[in-house]
């Protein structure tokens, strides 16, 4: 290794909370005592021209430096890239969400035997030599989020997976698939427009399933898409059917002719790249677990299944005599309305529906309640002892204070406390199935859709 000059990565805007090695990468806190160990002297104070929009110099800054010497840019990059999709997290929420703005970073090189020679520089074309003296500024542009930690679990299957991916070769098809989905996550659009996130997902799917014929590249791709996860054949179908619409109606039009369609960016009501966001992300994840196959199986159908399952929903309790259907059916029928309610408290995600008709939805919210209204009648009239029929008297004692339907619908709670732990009274089940909760839970999707709160 080169004692006299020394490479090092600073990225300004990201905490990682503690120090962790990659690869042969270490990643660590911007301190004195960490420049000392990894660099041979104090180099702080040169970080101070990294600042926040008050001018005050950043803190929790944290710099890469490695044991090998004359690492190339794009491995630098590849580097970053893949620290950033680690720090995603596909299941838990996240209160602040990450983007590639946060992961800027510029490569410095040091002289480490004239503390007076300068620092260079190093860009993805040219080098740029830096005198100790000058001060200059660097603020954050308005798109990075202050504070940001990514919290990355360096004992996790996530990590090592990728880890040893990075070892192995970092021009793999998975690492450079990686950089392809990270042009596609900055909030700032002067880096991409969205036409140009969609090229960059298209190629990100391409090059991480090694899809390369010229003939037929749109099936090909759509087909070996699909196929990456173990679904049912109707969600299978769904995914291949959305790859072909997205790839042929964006990278190929667009691509090729320069068409700017801008219907052309939505799938239905969903934009592509949303759609290609989660898919993305659901992928890589079956690279390395099987922990959250049920997650992924669900995240899927909630994507392709949500607009018709909520229509099926709305169907059913809109139908001539909705209320006495429910209530009355054959137990053949009833088992499809049980699973009707399945669906839509599970695979349903309301933000991917659309539905103008409101009169529809409140037709249907009004059958819920002319059916709870039934419920809480019956059950409070035969006053068995042993139901637990507490939420049936509140959702009475509602309705008789209400003076008109659009009351009820606005106020009718969709919680209601359970049952107490000691209470030896038995959860009323429709028909020995469907619980008072799970009718709540599809109540109040659709009432959510009714107001228009899924949209904000």
């Known amino acids: 290794m080169n004692l006299e000059k020394k490479q090092y990565l600073i990225l300004p805007y990201v905490n990682f909370k503690k120090d962790f090695s990659f690869e042969n990468f270490e990643i660590w806190r911007n301190v004195r005592v960490n420049w000392e160990r990894h660099y041979g002297r104090d180099n702080t104070e040169f970080l101070e021209r990294y600042v926040d929009n008050k001018a005050i110099p950043l803190q929790n800054i944290f710099v890469i430096t490695s044991s090998v010497d004359g690492i190339p840019y794009v491995k630098w990059e590849r580097l970053v890239h893949t620290l950033f999709f680690i720090s995603l997290d596909t299941v838990n929420f996240r209160l602040l969400p990450i983007f590639s703005d946060n992961f800027y970073f510029e490569i410095w090189e040091g002289n480490l035997t004239d503390p007076g020679g300068g620092y260079t520089k190093i860009d993805k074309f040219v080098k740029t030599i830096v005198a100790p003296t000058v001060r200059e500024k660097v603020y954050p542009d308005q798109y990075v989020t202050s504070g940001l930690e990514a919290d990355i679990k360096t004992d996790s299957d996530k990590f090592d997976f990728f880890e040893e991916e990075f070892k192995k070769d970092y021009d793999s098809s998975l690492i450079r698939s990686i950089s392809f989905f990270f042009k596609t996550q900055y909030r700032n659009i002067a880096h991409f427009s969205e036409f140009d996130d969609a090229l960059n997902f298209c190629t990100a799917f391409q090059v991480l399933l090694e899809v390369g014929e010229k003939r037929n590249i749109t099936k090909n791709l759509a087909k070996r898409l699909a196929n990456q996860f173990d679904i049912n054949e109707h969600t299978k179908t769904r995914v291949e059917f959305w790859m072909e619409k997205f790839y042929s109606s964006i990278r190929s039009i667009y691509t090729h002719s320069g068409i700017t369609d801008y219907s052309s960016l939505s799938f239905g009501n969903i934009r592509h790249i949303e759609i290609a966001g989660i898919i993305y992300e659901l992928l890589l994840d079956t690279r390395y677990t099987d922990d959250i196959f049920f997650y992924r199986r669900s995240k899927l159908r909630q994507l392709f299944e949500s607009q018709e399952i909520f229509e099926s929903v709305i169907t059913l309790f809109t139908r001539n005599k909705a209320k006495d259907h429910f209530l009355f059916c054959t137990q053949e029928e009833f088992e499809k309305c049980e699973q009707l309610m399945y669906d839509i408290i599970l695979n349903c995600d309301i933000k991917f529906v659309s539905f103008e008709n409101k009169n529809r939805i409140k037709r249907a919210l009004q059958t819920f309640i002319y059916i ?85």
């Open 372 to 456: 709870l209204e039934h419920l809480s009648y019956e059950f409070i009239k035969n006053g068995e002892s042993n139901l637990f029929i507490d939420p049936f008297i509140r959702i009475s004692d509602l309705m008789k204070s209400s003076k008109k339907i659009g009351e009820v619908i606005d106020k009718l709670p969709t919680f209601f406390e359970s049952k107490p732990p000691h209470d030896n009274r038995e959860e009323i089940k429709v028909r020995g199935t469907i619980t008072l909760k799970m009718m709540l839970d599809a109540y109040d999707k659709i009432r959510l859709v009714y107001f228009g709160h899924h949209r904000l």
